[in-house]
């Protein structure tokens, strides 16, 4: 046998034993060689096609055209789409119908000839199948989504009665009852919130599922919802002798786009787990920046508590619908597991995500990711020299928190749970000492002996107080309430770093600062305060500060100043909009040199704050040979004009 006729051979057993039908044509399509399997799919016997143009035979008219113009494209290029690719086509049988065909054609030269064979499977079934399954499905989402529907409006109806029911408890509580009724109802009004919450979570889920959640995009002010969320929890938390501390990064923006009201509720929701499955430590709220894409910001939200944890195995299943851990724990009796269910889905429709970090009996660290855009940032703070600082707490979670948040201005804080755990030498070097020790007489009496000894100027310690709490505090730096709220913790730090750092009020510094004049600092960032501030005194400035453009402009009316170096983005009031009115004022301010102070060195800006009356401008981070100049070029004997 020749090497051909065995390669003939191979192919005719290929052909008839392959289970797709096999036809070959030649190059002007017409068929070589039509397989049994072909024989069987479109009802014509091999010798009666033998020869004729495949198109007539296999392909529905319609695509006949198309099929010709691929075969010239083909002998033209030696491209075409159909070739060694799986593509689905409409195909005809002998008696006229029409079944969908799944078919690879392969090109191949024999003899210097060029050949094609097709592939040609009946795919009738799977698309029965699939269409089945496909309709199934849908059937299937439209019966779970009418379901969802239900529940949804169930539970939205069952609210109005309930509310009805708990207003009436209410009233009658406000009525005089004996003892035993009043217990009575009590008990009622209790059981009905604890419905009443029930309640809300069904609703909550099932709009969720039933795809009726609509998310808002308005402004968010975070670290407003961090300071509520930990306020209305610190109540409870103290009822259980829990600390709720709070952390704030410092590149977190002031302003966000997103829902505020859903945001809130995520977090409160663990805020609430946290406090529920916690007997000792506390509960810490932080919000860090992870990334800033261009006018957007990556944010991570976590809630850490020092409570019971959670099993490995326990993890995955948590995030699931009506799960919890220890089904027969009494202290879940509040709840029905849908918490979690409910806050993974909203995250989820934010965009985010939610993961959580925990082992049975090392409490659990709930941690969000959310993507936003930014409407208003943070201005890159100065670094501030590393200075020693002393946080005084027997709360750990208070003390690692009110470290991190002054180590992010670049303090180096020392935390300790008592001062008898400080060295007199540790005390002296503090710059600022913070002091979480009550309001026991005798517990300040120790603190102020410990510093009398150390020989620590109590103007440089602050005590952390509960509100309504107010003892001795004499010769004390100004006190801070609690529940901490970071940014007063910065402000407070920051405005006794600042008279730490202005220099001694000596006459002859008193004679420059009189030749120099008074500056008004309009700036609302606490570190970028006491920075620029330092640089103008130590320049021989006299320094007055305002936190916002409202601030600034009751300032410039009372004060006739120097110069007033203008911040452009503040809260209440921006940059812009206090030049303008401060340009508006009667007297000396209507012509007071007024100098930009901003990150953003682009022409645009530099022309805004020209056209809203400014004198000049100077770029952030502040270079104090820069600034100096510029405010000695104002106060120079030309009229105020702008440095172009
Ligand atoms: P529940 O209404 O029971 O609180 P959740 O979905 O909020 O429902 O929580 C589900 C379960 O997860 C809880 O029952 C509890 O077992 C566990 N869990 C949630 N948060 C914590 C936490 N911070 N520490 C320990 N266990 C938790």
Request: hydrophobic share 45%; proline share 5%.
């Amino acid at each position: 046998m020749s090497a051909t006729d065995a390669d003939n051979s191979i192919m005719a057993a290929i052909a008839a034993a392959s289970l797709d039908a096999l036809i070959t044509i030649d190059d002007a399509g017409c068929i070589l060689e039509f397989g049994p399997a072909a024989e069987q799919l479109f009802g014509y016997t091999r010798a009666e096609v033998m020869g004729r143009s495949v198109s007539e035979i296999v392909i529905p008219p319609h695509l006949r055209q198309a099929h010709e113009s691929g075969m010239e494209k083909f002998n033209r290029t030696g491209e075409g789409p159909v070739l060694n690719n799986r593509v689905e086509v409409p195909a005809i049988r002998r008696d006229g119908s029409e079944f969908p065909a799944e078919l690879t054609v392969v090109p191949l030269t024999v003899a210097g000839k060029q050949l094609f064979t097709a592939f040609v499977r009946d795919i009738s079934e799977r698309k029965r199948h699939e269409a089945e399954l496909e309709a199934a499905r849908a059937v299937a989402e439209r019966a779970s989504e009418a379901k969802s529907r239900f529940l949804a409006h169930m539970s939205h109806e069952l609210r109005s009665p309930l509310n009805a029911v708990l207003g009436a408890i209410n009233l009658m509580m406000d009525s005089p009852l004996a003892p035993e009724q009043q217990m009575f109802a009590q008990t009622a009004r209790s059981s009905g919130q604890a419905l009443l919450e029930l309640i809300n979570e069904v609703l909550d889920y099932s709009r969720i599922e039933s795809g009726e959640l609509t998310l808002r995009a308005e402004p968010v002010e975070l670290s407003a919802i961090v300071n509520g969320l930990v306020s209305s929890a610190a109540l409870g938390a103290a009822e259980k002798g829990l600390e709720v501390a709070q952390y704030i990064g410092p590149r977190v923006p002031h302003l966000v786009r997103g829902d505020p009201g859903r945001l809130r509720q995520v977090l409160a929701n663990l805020v609430d787990n946290a406090i529920k499955y916690t007997q000792s430590g506390g509960v810490t709220v932080s919000v860090e920046v992870l990334d800033e894409p261009a006018d957007r910001v990556r944010l991570s939200f976590a809630v850490a508590d020092t409570g019971i944890g959670i099993a490995d195995e326990d993890q995955q299943r948590l995030f699931g619908e009506f799960s919890q851990v220890d089904e027969s724990d009494s202290t879940a009796a509040t709840g029905v597991g849908l918490g979690l269910a409910i806050v993974q889905r909203l995250v989820a429709a934010m965009g985010g995500r939610i993961e959580l970090d925990s082992a049975s009996g090392r409490g659990s660290c709930f941690r969000i990711e959310l993507e936003l855009d930014v409407i208003r940032g943070r201005h890159a703070t100065e670094p501030l020299p590393a200075r020693p600082a002393v946080v005084i707490s027997g709360s750990a979670v208070l003390r690692e928190a009110a470290a991190r948040q002054l180590q992010s201005i670049g303090l180096t804080v020392t935390g300790a749970a008592s001062i008898g755990e400080l060295s007199a030498a540790r005390l002296a070097e503090a710059v600022l000492i913070f002091a979480d020790i009550g309001t026991d007489p005798e517990a300040i009496d120790a603190l102020r002996r410990g510093l009398t000894a150390a020989e620590v100027d109590p103007a440089r310690v602050h005590l952390l107080l509960a509100v309504g709490a107010v003892p001795d505090m004499a010769g004390f730096g100004a006190p801070l309430f609690k529940p901490l709220q970071p940014a007063a913790l910065l402000a407070v730090a920051c405005g006794t770093l600042r008279a730490q750092d202005a220099p001694p009020a000596a006459p002859a510094a008193a004679a420059l600062q009189q030749r120099r004049g008074r500056v008004l600092l309009v700036e609302d960032g606490p570190t970028n305060q006491l920075i620029a501030g330092a640089m103008l005194e130590r320049a021989g400035f006299e320094v007055d500060i305002a936190n916002n453009g409202h601030e600034a402009v009751e300032a410039a009316a009372a004060e006739d100043y120097a110069v007033i170096l203008m911040d452009l983005r503040m809260p209440i009031m921006d940059g812009l909009e206090a030049t303008r009115r401060i340009r508006q004022l009667p007297g000396a301010a209507a012509v007071v040199p007024i100098i930009a102070l901003t990150a953003n060195a682009l022409s645009d800006d530099r022309s805004r704050c020209m056209a809203a009356g400014m004198s000049d401008f100077a770029t952030k981070p502040i270079d104090r040979e820069e600034l100096v100049r510029k405010i000695e070029k104002q106060l120079g004997p030309s009229p105020a004009v702008a440095d172009s």
